[in-house]
Every structure is written in structure tokens, then in C-alpha cells.
């Protein structure tokens, strides 16, 4: 399959070249030139089927025609060694707990599948530079993308984060590694950091000296394996009873929009889903564009849900590239709803009296969208998509009890940090990059 950019300047690039460079020339986004159509078959018989067979199917759909099914079949087994629960929280709301992986967070599957997929394109080539990974994070992708890396061959990567905007907890999943893990802490947002990403991608010397790529969902291999979710959500929910499944409701909490681009995508395959609402939480640019067909991207904010504190989403582009730029088909597939810290500390503590379920802040936006925004005969989905515990001090604010870290976290917690401070400022990151890569 042929990717074009969204920016529609560069088109007909292959897949290979897609995930090594990850941004196209012209700054836009790729996508493929068609989106395939799952057969109904498959959807009559999904519930019976296991997450890997599901997932294989749809990665075959997406990457058959590049990758020989033999590997691509590994790289998803590989990618999905975990389970995914769907756990029932109120009436017709559900969780889907995509925090099981091995950073305790839902970009896991996106960055094992990209690391194995980068790895497979890069032994195909003949050059042998090493290729260096730039990614910004606000929280998960960092640590996600930097457990997804370690120690592979030929690799370098560089998590460029907002220096006291993520959780101690997350910030030792990426900065105690070592290795070929670089953190650099910019001072500065998250918007910083992206922007450094993306400047660099299109500096032409900066391109010609060195290799890069990002690991960012602005890479297509990072974000499309996401699309495995909506598709075992649909399984799960459809175990439960058709009625539920033919009235799937899917909310996602929201920050750079790849992980429900990645659900709009596998709707476009098929997948019934009735709607999706995406659930922000002071970062509401979106829910703006929603409610006034303007997009305004501003300076992030923070919050408690700091993964979402992104003022500019990378993939809105996308987004408008699958409905032709229109915002009437857009607000009609999407809606939003806006939380601030106040009401999501709120959901928290109201959830786990009323229900006993813990949530986290970002999960929180979600449960609560579906709580104010589900239909009569609807049954919601909501995303959960890290581990309470990552945030363990501001839960434990909220919530006047003890969180205790899983063995996988701890374990981060006892390494020693060894991030490398930066402003925000794209020629001393240039430097850097040239001196070190």
C-alpha cells in the first residue's frame, strides 16, 4: 500500500520509507491511499476469535501487502503478549484496561509494533547508519516508546519531555534506562517539545547528516496498531449481548488525537461503532472546533491529566483528512466534552465511593463523557489508558488513601535519573543532535 501527505504535496511513498522517515517533506502526516473494508464475516465471527488472531487480521489489512505475514504475524504476537480486560463499571459503562502492558500504559502495543516494524524495514535497507528516534512526550509515549526500544540493534532514541510536567512515576520509566535511551528534559511544554521534533524533521542538514524518525503517533506505525483496541472493544462488548455490541459508544480520552484517529480508522474498516466522543480535559481545542467549526490551536496548559495537555494535536490533521475537511461529518461521528481538574478529582473520588473502581485522571475524562454524554439504549466504552498508580501522589491527594505501585513500576523507581536538561530552543537541539547522534 501507498501512503500520500495530508499536506497532498508528497504521495505514492511506500511503507518502508513511511515508518523510517515519519513525517513527509512537506510537514503533513501520511496516510494510506485507501482504507481496506473488513468482510462481514469477520465481524459475525470476531467474538470467538482470540486478540492476536483479531489483531493479525487487521494488521494484514493494513500491512499485508508489505510485510510477509510470517513476520508480520510475529510482530503482532509479539506486540500483544498481554490481555486487555473489559470491566464493567456502572450501568452500560465499561472499561476497557489498556494499561496491562509492560509500562502499564495503553501506547505500549503502538511502540513494541513500530520498534519490531522500524527494525524489519531498517535490515532491508542496505545503509547503515544507525537511525535516531525523536519523540516528544507529555507522560506515556516517552516511557512506552523508550521500553519498546531498549536494546534494539542500530537504534538511538531521544524522549524529549517538559521538565515538571509529568509524573515522577513516568518520568522514571524513561530516564533511568540508559543504554540507547537519551531523555532530554526541555524546559519548557509538551507543545516545546513537538515542535522541536517536528523542526527537526525538516531541517535540511540536520537530515542529511543524520538518520531520523519519530516515534510519535505522527508515525504510521505507531498509531495504526491502536486501531487492535476498537476492534477487541466490539469482541468483548459483543460477548456481553448483540444489543450492546450494535450500540457501541467509544470515548477517548484525548491529547495528540492518535489513539482515537486510529478508532475513526477502524470504523472506516468496518467496525460498527455507533459514535465516538472524545473527552478533553482544559486542553479543549477540539471540543472548540466541534462547537465552532474553527480550529485554534493555542499554548498548553497543565493539568491533572497531563498526557492530554497538548495545545496543538498533531493528528487533527489526520482527522480532517478523513472527513475531506468537514466539519459537519466531523461533529457528526464526534462529539466532545470538556473537564477541569476540579471536576475530574471529582469523577474520581465519586466512582470509587459509588463503584469501587479506580480511575485515573485521564480515565476519569472518559467515564465521566460517557456519564453525562450516553443515550438511552447505548452502551459506552470508555479507554482507560494508564495505571492509576502512575499517578500515585495526585491520587492519593484525591482520594485520602494509599496507591500502591505495582511490582513493574517500582522497579523503575529505584533506577537512577540520568536526563539531560534543554531549552526550548530548536538550534541548541540541532547541536546537540549533531554532536551526540
Do not use: W
Not at 86 to 94: E, N, T
Not at 110 to 136: H, P, T, W
Not at 237 to 256: D, H, R
Request: net charge negative; with cysteine; aromatic share 10%.
Amino acid at each position: 500500500m501507498l501512503y500520500y501527505s495530508t499536506n497532498k504535496t508528497v504521495k505514492d511513498v511506500a511503507l518502508s520509507d513511511v515508518v523510517i522517515k515519519g513525517l513527509a517533506e512537506d510537514n503533513g502526516l501520511f496516510m494510506p491511499n485507501y482504507i481496506p473494508v473488513l468482510p462481514d464475516m469477520f465481524y459475525k465471527n470476531i467474538d470467538k476469535q482470540e486478540f492476536r488472531d483479531l489483531a493479525y487480521t487487521v494488521a494484514y489489512m493494513l500491512f499485508g501487502e508489505d510485510v510477509h505475514a510470517n513476520v508480520l504475524k510475529m510482530m503482532v504476537n509479539d506486540t500483544l503478549s498481554f490481555d486487555v480486560p473489559l470491566v464493567g463499571v456502572s450501568d452500560r459503562i465499561y472499561s476497557l484496561e489498556l494499561f496491562h502492558g509492560p509500562t502499564l500504559a495503553f501506547k505500549d502495543v503502538g511502540a513494541r509494533f513500530m520498534s519490531r516494524m522500524l527494525s524489519y524495514f531498517i535490515q532491508r535497507e542496505d545503509d547503515n547508519r544507525k537511525v535516531n528516534v525523536l519523540v516528544a512526550t507529555s507522560g506515556d509515549t516517552g516511557s512506552a516508546v523508550a521500553n519498546g526500544f531498549l536494546g534494539v540493534e542500530g537504534i538511538q532514541v531521544y524522549v524529549l519531555y517538559p521538565k515538571g510536567q509529568v509524573s515522577p512515576v513516568q518520568e522514571s520509566q524513561f530516564t533511568t534506562l540508559g543504554r540507547n535511551i537519551t531523555a532530554l528534559e526541555v524546559d519548557g511544554s509538551f507543545d516545546d517539545c513537538q515542535a522541536l521534533v517536528k523542526s527537526a524533521f525538516l531541517d535540511k542538514e540536520l537530515n542529511e547528516a543524520l538518520k531520523l524518525t519519530s516515534a510519535n503517533s505522527i508515525n504510521v506505525a505507531r498509531f495504526l496498531p491502536q486501531a487492535f483496541y476498537y476492534f477487541y472493544a466490539y469482541a468483548q462488548l459483543k460477548k456481553i449481548s448483540e444489543e450492546a455490541a450494535a450500540n457501541m459508544v467509544i470515548c477517548v480520552p484525548s491529547g495528540n488525537f492518535g489513539n482515537l484517529t486510529a478508532g475513526l480508522i477502524a470504523k472506516k474498516m468496518g467496525l460498527p461503532v455507533k459514535r465516538f466522543i472524545a473527552a478533553n480535559n482544559r486542553n479543549d481545542i477540539f471540543l472548540q472546533y466541534l462547537q465552532t467549526g474553527e480550529y485554534q490551536p493555542r499554548a498548553s496548559v497543565s493539568t491533572l491529566a497531563n498526557a492530554m495537555d497538548v495545545g496543538n494535536p498533531s493528528n487533527f490533521a489526520r482527522i480532517l483528512d478523513l472527513y475531506g475537511h468537514s466539519h459537519e461529518a466531523i461533529s457528526k461521528e464526534i462529539s466532545g466534552y470538556r473537564y477541569d481538574d476540579t471536576q475530574i478529582a471529582d469523577t474520581i473520588r465519586a466512582c470509587r465511593h459509588e463503584t469501587g473502581y479506580l480511575l485515573d485522571p485521564h480515565g476519569a475524562c472518559g467515564y465521566q463523557a460517557l456519564k453525562d454524554g450516553l443515550l438511552e439504549g447505548e452502551y459506552g466504552v470508555f479507554l482507560e489508558t494508564a495505571h492509576p498508580a502512575k499517578f500515585n501522589e495526585t491520587m492519593e491527594q484525591i482520594l485520602g488513601e494509599e496507591v500502591v505501585l505495582p511490582d513493574k513500576l517500582v522497579e523503575f523507581t529505584k533506577g537512577t535519573k540520568q536526563s539531560l536538561p534543554l531549552p526550548a530552543d530548536f538550534a541548541a537541539f540541532k547541536s546537540y543532535l549533531l554532536k551526540n547522534a
